[in-house]
């Protein structure tokens, strides 16, 4: 798999936004939607900042863009300060010109017993629109992707997971405590992740470092989703020199 490492993770996510912003022009240029897999968390910050940027300063229009977010905790209201459709709106979608319409983000609100559905027409609704041509992804200090957590399968479908402990522990700062932090979240499976055209995994910090070293060069297994992405063929991981410091 290849891996790309810039000076910081200003420069790294200039660079991704630009691939992006390029895909959606020749997208335009074809008159065709452009279906970006999002992710959320603290990672690709920089990049949606960068997005907008390019919307507000050089006319990057997001009008054929379709979006599909990788995750939503369960279950969240969408208004709720931890929301993930909060968190997308706040940092990209209310600052440039996608339809609303087109920004999905899984329902954190669904009755249990209808989100196996809900998970398949998410799936059913990519597939229809021919895919995810590029799919962002960060990584939890477990290898998760998306919240795929340790042991998740290759061709896990996109459905309700419990969370690791460690990722919980991750995120209850944002909570305000273990106590508060959901237990459960909706997430894509493996398998669309793994059909996505172009896949690029983004990672900043030396808390990452180890994790990405075992995805990279370690062997592909369950434990580490990311190491999945060894076996796409036009996966990229896209790295600040901390994270990389562990690469041999
Ligand atoms: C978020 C997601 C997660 C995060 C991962 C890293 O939508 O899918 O896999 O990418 O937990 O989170 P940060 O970026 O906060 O370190």
């Not at 603290?42 to 990057?60: C, F, I, N, Q």
């Not at 600052?95 to 329902?107: A, F, K, Q, S, T």
């Not at 992740?193 to 172009?198: N, P």
Request: proline share 4%; glycine share 8%.
């Amino acid at each position: 798999i290849g891996t790309i490492v810039y000076e910081n993770s200003v420069t790294a996510s200039k660079a991704v936004a630009k691939e992006i912003a390029d895909l959606i022009r020749v997208k335009q240029s074809q008159k065709q939607p452009c279906i970006l897999g999002l992710a959320t968390g603290s990672t690709p910050k920089g990049l949606y900042a960068e997005l907008v940027r390019l919307h507000k300063e050089e006319g990057l229009s997001f009008k054929n863009v379709i979006s599909f977010n990788l995750d939503e905790y369960y279950p969240m209201e969408p208004d709720s300060i931890n929301s993930y459709v909060r968190f997308m709106k706040e940092l990209l979608f209310n600052h440039v010109d996608i339809l609303p319409e087109n920004c999905h983000v899984p329902d954190g609100m669904l009755p249990k017993e209808r989100i196996a559905d809900y998970c398949d027409q998410y799936e059913a609704k990519i597939e229809s629109l021919g895919g995810i041509d590029l799919q962002i992804l960060g990584i939890g200090g477990n290898g998760h992707i998306g919240f795929n957590e340790s042991g998740s399968l290759q061709n896990s479908k996109t459905r309700l997971v419990a969370l690791d402990h460690i990722t919980r522990v991750a995120a209850s700062n944002d909570f305000s405590g273990l106590n508060n932090t959901p237990r459960t979240a909706i997430t894509l499976g493996v398998k669309k992740i793994m059909e996505a055209k172009r896949v690029i995994l983004l990672a900043w910090g030396e808390s990452k470092s180890n994790i990405i070293r075992a995805s990279v060069e370690g062997p592909v297994i369950n434990q580490v989703p990311a190491s999945f992405l060894q076996e796409h063929n036009n996966a990229i991981f896209v790295l600040d020199q901390a994270a990389a410091s562990k690469l041999t």
